[in-house]
């Protein structure tokens, strides 16, 4: 197969929107999920995903045609199907070219990748000492080590944004982002590359990216890379109105894909010749979406999987923009449920939040710290069966609370991260609130609680 076909252009044609028969109910939802264990309420989509059994199924027959004849199937299966698999993501985001979608493992992967075209930026010469990389405080954590790893390392320096939480508008995040523009290019420095979430991890938060990459362009910033690991399937992307150099999601965490997969987009220009993998296997040197395609011997079925996934959505009213919407709503339903029930708030307002919400717990249950957010977690996950990401929120420097972040007991410190996905109940959050108010009666906090 040549490199063009490898790369570019389909032989037969790919359906954009599978057709749709009739809504799926209830009882398939429920059937689809059945491998989830039971008696646990799952209200924490946002880390791992969820995989239906529909897509588990496709995902076994490609592994066992890859163990029946994995020569032919190396040879004449894989490339197809990758290319399959990207030009669905491709109508999906609404890029240009299919050249511009690569398949990876996950968002780690693709920072990896933008982040060691920066650094040979560095080592090369091509980049002024101490030449800056602007990000937000609370940016994922791999990729702060990925920033450790091949920027700092090279000679250049990092910008930390600080990202106001609890929040009452998206204008507090552009304001504070035009700062660390600010203080980025201070004393002539360069910002070589501006990381950006799209939805912040802890806290989470939907980021305003498209008013964000617009100010790197107006302030001459070199690149701008949005991490979206929570976005494909969590909120609309459309990649051209965005206007990022480079673009991740996951596929595995909202779009219903097996871990892991995730799209790493780079829009054409005289960059993308600089993209490697940071596997390097025989594909070396045939643009990223080759190299990616073929790192060695390993399970892609992964990544073959998407046009079922796909399939999968399709059966939803709506598509994918129907479970998006119904996910938003019921994630903020459920949210003011439990903060009216815990005399507690929201840590943002509905139009920054997508299928993941803030809520805060009651100030009674002293999380003073991260060992104790984590313990608090544990402990709803041992004694409970509630699997929820507890954060901790540090007050102010001078002691005063944070507008919208006092209960009618003090300072409220910890907030839970909750996830709506399709296969929830309400039962699932009113679990997690009657867990809270038994702790709270018991007077339990964080400190005195047992997680084994």
């Known amino acids: 197969m040549d490199q063009e076909a490898r790369n570019g252009e389909l032989t037969h044609h790919v ?3 599978p057709k749709l028969t009739s809504c799926i109910s209830e009882a398939e939802i429920r059937d689809e999920f059945s491998h989830h264990q039971h008696g646990v309420a799952r209200i924490n989509n946002g880390s791992f995903g969820s995989c239906p059994k529909s897509v588990l199924a496709d995902q076994q027959k490609w592994q066992l045609k890859f163990l029946q004849q994995p020569d032919d199937f190396y040879f ?35 920072a990896a990748i933008v982040l060691q075209q920066i650094g040979r930026g560095f080592t090369e010469g091509r980049f002024h000492r101490n030449d800056t990389v602007l990000m937000l405080h609370c940016a994922f954590q791999a990729v702060k080590k990925s920033i450790q790893a091949y920027v700092t390392r090279a000679g250049g320096s990092v910008v930390e944004v600080q990202l106001p939480f609890p929040l009452a508008s998206e204008e507090e995040i552009i304001n ?12 002539g420095k360069r910002i070589r590359l501006a990381i950006i979430d799209h939805i912040t991890s802890m806290p989470c938060v939907v980021i305003p990216v498209r008013k964000l990459v617009k100010i790197c362009r107006d302030e001459g910033v070199d690149q701008v890379f949005v991490d979206a ?18 673009y991740v999601s996951n596929l595995h965490k909202w779009f219903f894909c097996p871990p892991s997969v995730a799209f790493l987009y780079c829009r054409k220009s005289i960059l993308s010749s600089d993209m490697h993998h940071p596997v390097v296997s025989h ?5 990223l979406p080759i190299e990616s395609a073929w790192i060695g011997t390993r399970d892609y079925s992964a990544q073959l999987v998407i046009p079922s996934a796909v399939k999968f959505v399709s059966r939803f009213e709506g598509g994918i923009d129907g479970i998006m919407q119904r996910n938003h709503e019921q994630a903020l339903k459920m949210a003011r449920m439990l903060a009216n029930a815990w005399g507690t708030s929201l840590g943002s307002p509905p139009e920054i939040c ?19 957010a984590l313990r608090l977690r544990g402990h709803l996950r041992v004694r409970f069966g509630v699997e929820v990401p507890i954060h901790y929120q540090a007050p ?43 702790l709270v009666e018991e007077g339990q906090v964080c400190q005195m609680l047992l997680t084994e």
């Open 354 to 372: 997508a299928a993941m919400v803030m809520v805060g717990l009651p100030s009674r249950l002293r999380v003073m710290g991260e060992g104790d």
């Open 15 to 17: 359906s954009k929107k």
């Open 229 to 246: 690991a929570h976005a494909m399937g969590s909120i609309k992307i459309d990649v051209k109105e965005i206007g990022a150099d480079f």
């Open 176 to 187: 504070e982002f035009k700062k660390g523009i600010e203080k980025g290019k201070k004393d």
């Open 283 to 287: 594909e070396f040197g045939n643009g």
């Open 396 to 438: 102010k420097d001078d002691g005063q609370p944070q507008a919208g972040a006092r209960d009618k007991d003090g300072i409220i410190t910890g907030y839970a991260r909750i996830s709506h996905q399709v296969y929830n109940t309400m039962e699932d959050y009113e679990k997690f609130r009657d867990a809270v108010i038994l």
């Open 76 to 110: 004449n299966s894989l490339r197809k199907g990758i290319l399959e698999s990207r030009a669905a993501v491709k109508d999906l985001i609404n890029a240009d070219d299919l050249g511009e979608i690569s398949l990876v493992d996950n968002a780690t992967t693709a």
